[in-house]
């Protein structure tokens, strides 16, 4: 018996009446795990603690905060739940928008059948879990299975919506093309159970160094990319030099040996505006002759994009 709520899905009640939260807690509690709010504010509460809600059912005309309004901010918090709009009083216009955006994806009137309002929840529950399959298959196709971090397809999407957001309005962006020196030799000394292990474990570095809003992707091979919104040349390269010297100062586990010590070569390159760079390929491009350079003068060293030298 104590187990008995393990398996259900959570369901968000949120109405300024509490007979009605009452209502449908009696009524849903028997299938799913009902948790009840009286405001948006409280409810958003309740969703950072419970993550893992399913569906949402909302009244529109609420104090402080509407429906629309709480369901809109919700899809940041659980971008899978199933939300839905329960109201005695409607305005089309404005629940024809929230579906077309998306933010809410049904409308049930008040007062409710309970045999219909009982349908319309365990539909919600199965487009809740085709929304989580969707998820888990969008996130298999964006992560590289080695590193755990996000891959090259990725990479691509991140790099032109910063694009668009970004560099149109000369607001900076920043490239970093991060290169492991000489990697086959791990792989050819050491086996490439012990190549992937230090692939992993540089990815963790890497990754302990970003800032909110930044992302480090494997790009191929031994080669990560690293953006930088609203980074400039000096810091860039700021972030580069001391990525490359925690890489130097470290030491990486291989399976069945001792540690061993790896060094990285990155290649910067910043775009300002559309001036600097016309297209995101371009970006790219600076970047990787940058790398380029580092790895041809000697490796362990970071080279900045060079607009005089990529002209020629």
């Known amino acids: 018996m104590g187990n008995s709520r393990v398996n259900k899905i959570k369901i968000l009640c949120v109405d300024d ?16 795990e009902v948790l009840t709010a009286t405001s948006g504010a409280e409810a958003l509460k309740l969703l950072e603690a419970h993550p893992d809600v399913g569906v949402i059912l909302s009244d529109q005309y609420m104090q402080g905060m509407s429906g629309i309004d709480f369901l809109q901010r919700s899809r940041t918090v659980v971008p899978n739940a199933v939300r839905a709009i329960l109201s005695g009083q409607i305005e089309l216009r404005q629940i024809s928008e929230a579906l077309n955006r998306g933010d809410i994806h049904r409308l049930i009137l008040k007062p409710w059948d309970n045999d219909y309002l009982r349908i319309q929840i365990q539909e919600a529950v199965t487009t809740h879990g085709t929304l989580l399959e969707k998820n888990r298959l969008r996130q298999l196709a964006i992560t590289d299975p080695v590193t755990g971090l996000s891959n090259h397809r990725f990479f691509q999407e991140r790099l032109h919506e910063l694009w668009r957001r970004d560099v149109g309005k000369s607001i900076p962006l920043s490239l970093l093309m991060i290169d492991i020196d000489n990697f086959k030799a791990v792989n050819d000394d050491f086996g490439h159970l012990a190549g992937d292990q230090v692939l992993s474990e540089v990815a963790v570095r890497l990754t302990s160094s970003i800032h909110e809003g930044e992302t480090v992707s494997r790009y191929g091979g031994e080669e990560f990319a690293m953006l930088l919104p609203h980074t400039d040349g000096t810091q860039s390269r700021l972030r580069a030099e001391s990525i490359r010297e925690a890489v130097a100062k470290a030491q990486f586990a291989i399976p069945q040996g001792d540690p061993i010590r790896l060094t990285v070569s990155v290649g910067v390159a910043t775009a300002t505006s559309h001036a600097d760079c016309k297209r995101p390929s371009d ?5 990787d002759r940058a790398l380029y350079r580092a790895k041809k003068q000697g490796r362990n060293q970071v080279i900045v994009a060079d607009p005089t030298l990529d002209r020629n």
């Open 17 to 32: 009446e509490t007979s009605v939260v009452e209502a449908l807690r009696r009524l849903l509690r028997e299938n799913f």
């Open 283 to 287: 970006l790219i491009s600076a970047a």
